[in-house]
């Protein structure tokens, strides 16, 4: 796997290369350019790290307390539940209230996190059911998932 500076060269030298595809040359304007979108990539890799950390923690907060019963469609569920009805309120604070349950917590760190790297359309980017299935199941997890549902 590539190290975050092997991956922000390999992003700045494709930069460069589309400009020069493109007949500019690299003058100061376009490094300046380059730079600008390579550290807005790099954000938002932070970004979606973040989020993905935060699902992460949820399900094994679910995992915890259901055990075996627990699921990726629960967190699915629980996760547009949260966003639809809960997110709305709280999404100006910059932390939950002191009195959200643990999973809120971590529901709230990823849309926090999610609110960061926005899809091109503005809306969160938040996982999908069959992307959250692989973001929990990643290398990162240390539980054993139950069955998939």
């Known amino acids: 796997m590539d190290t975050s500076a092997e991956a922000s060269a390999r992003i700045a030298l ?18 300046r350019e380059i730079v600008s979108e390579l550290s807005s990539r790099m954000d938002r890799s932070a970004a979606l790290r973040r989020r993905d950390d935060a699902l992460r923690r949820a399900f094994n907060l679910l995992v915890r307390l259901f055990g075996e019963d627990a699921s990726v469609r629960m967190l699915s569920e629980s996760l547009q539940k949260f966003e639809t009805s809960v997110w ?6 910059a932390q939950p209230p002191d009195d959200a349950s643990p999973l809120r917590r971590e529901l709230f760190d990823a849309c926090q996190a999610a609110s960061a790297a926005p899809i091109p359309s503005g809306v969160l980017n938040l996982p999908g059911k069959r992307q959250l299935y692989r973001v929990v199941t990643s290398a990162c997890m240390n539980v054993t998932l139950p069955a998939r549902q």
């Open 88 to 93: 709305p309120n709280w999404r100006w604070c």
């Open 14 to 31: 494709s930069l460069a290369a589309a400009y020069q595809r493109a007949g500019r040359t690299l003058d100061a304007a376009a490094q």
